[in-house]
């Protein structure tokens, strides 16, 4: 008997896969049809926020870009602060910076030094986990704020690329949709 392919949420339909982006052999998953839909949108954030709704979140770290808009978004849902995690030169002011490797690359991340204060019960916050270095550097800059991680929350997980395999064994890492 053949397996049943998993039922995917409603949400789901509206992703779309867009091949060589931003370089040739990479297989980007754009969400950009679901924030514009405000549906999917809605039931995508209460998905990501179930599992963290009596966790005690006080801020939300969102990784930029699109960590942004779905990060403010959760933060609102669980009634916390947004912390954002941006791209460098981007943040006033004296700045915590933790650089990182892409599949494609390198990049660097930074956070406002006090963003938040030391001990803050936080949720970090991404779309995608690909390969695993974005979000694994985003940990690493949410210890330099000396803040409580309790986790992180990704849209969709590309399993294949084994992200997973970075994140600190024990942590928990909850993806709403994994392909």
């Keep these: 008997m053949p397996d049943t392919p998993p039922t995917l949420p409603d949400w789901s339909r509206t992703l779309r896969d867009v091949a060589d982006f931003p370089r040739p052999g990479i297989h980007f998953k754009d969400i950009t049809p679901l924030l514009a839909d405000a549906a999917a949108l809605r039931a995508a954030v209460a998905a990501l926020a179930a599992p963290w709704r009596n966790a005690g979140v006080q801020a939300v770290l969102g990784v930029e870009a699109r960590g942004f808009i779905l990060g403010a978004a959760l933060a609102l849902e669980l009634g ?100």
């Design 80 to 179: 916390a602060g947004f912390v954002p995690l941006r791209k460098p030169g981007k943040l006033p002011g004296a700045t915590l910076v933790q650089d990182y490797a892409l599949e494609y690359g390198s990049d660097r991340i930074e956070v406002c030094a006090g963003a938040v204060a030391a001990g803050t019960r936080t949720l970090l916050v991404d779309d995608v986990l690909a390969t695993g270095g974005t979000l694994a550097a985003a940990l690493l800059l949410a210890r330099q704020l000396e803040v409580d991680v309790l986790g992180a929350a990704v849209l969709v997980e590309l399993q294949a690329l084994g992200g997973r395999r970075r994140w600190p064994d024990g942590l928990p890492l909850l993806a709403t949709l994994v392909y």
